[in-house]
């Protein structure tokens, strides 16, 4: 039988079995996918040794994405802009890394607000680390045609300038008025407003009312950034959306079957998201 599984460190409170599992039983393919506790310094040999293991892929999480795609020879182009590999699959034997981050927001983006379009917009993104990364890649090649970045540290900002262009600048906090007027859509990268972290404080009166406000946060479903967003008429996006588009190719690469996000497949991994809340 041929298994899936994701590695982290620590790894028990990742959804990706639920998602995973629940598209194996709805395409009656026989199989499991596992989490996998792999420790840091057993990352490279677990990826290098895939092909001779139980397993036919698997996806990476936290703290390993940067581990991953050192190890792996065959990245491809996303990868290798990202520095990071949260796919990892077989073909002909060889292991290949990829990153479906930036194309989870894309598509998720697009399920919820179909008719939304990212051609020649100005966007706002707060945050500057892997999941910005990904996330400004792929709005770049959608055709987004200008991306302020509004970071806490700001040598960070300078570095994704020099990696996208003269299209990605600094936004200040300070003076974001002005920008959030004329952006179209601004996108919380970090983890500020997830639960246990402080909440996102940026101002956003003065943002444009048809601009579409995102978190890719999902722990809570709705974070206080978001909440206010919808309150004063803003389109929003929560976060899990992105976790489930983003496994999607992963499935697709392993099991030969493109799966569908469903609203079911949703509320099945909100609900588990809102018990594990409550608690
Ligand atoms: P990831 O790969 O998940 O994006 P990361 O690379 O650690 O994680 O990046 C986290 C981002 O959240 C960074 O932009 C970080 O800001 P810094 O570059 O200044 O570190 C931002 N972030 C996290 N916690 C923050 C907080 N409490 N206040 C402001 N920014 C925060």
Redesign the pocket.
Known sequence: MKKACVIGWPIAHSRSPLIHNYWLKKYGIDSVYEKKAVEPESVAQFIVNLASSEFIGCNVTIPHKGAAFRAIAKTDEIARRLGAVNTVYLKGGVVCGTNTDGEGFIASLQYAHPSFDLKNITAIVI??????KAIIGALLDEGVEKIGII???RE?IHDLQVQFGSGVYETSEANSDTALKSCGLLVN????GMEG??SLELEIQSLNPDALVADIVYTPLETAFLAKARQQGNPVLGGLGMLLHQAVRGFELWFGVRPEVTAELYELIASGVQKAHKQ
């Open positions: 945050g500057a680390g892997g999941a910005a970071n806490r540290t960070r990268t970090t983890s500020q972290q402080p």
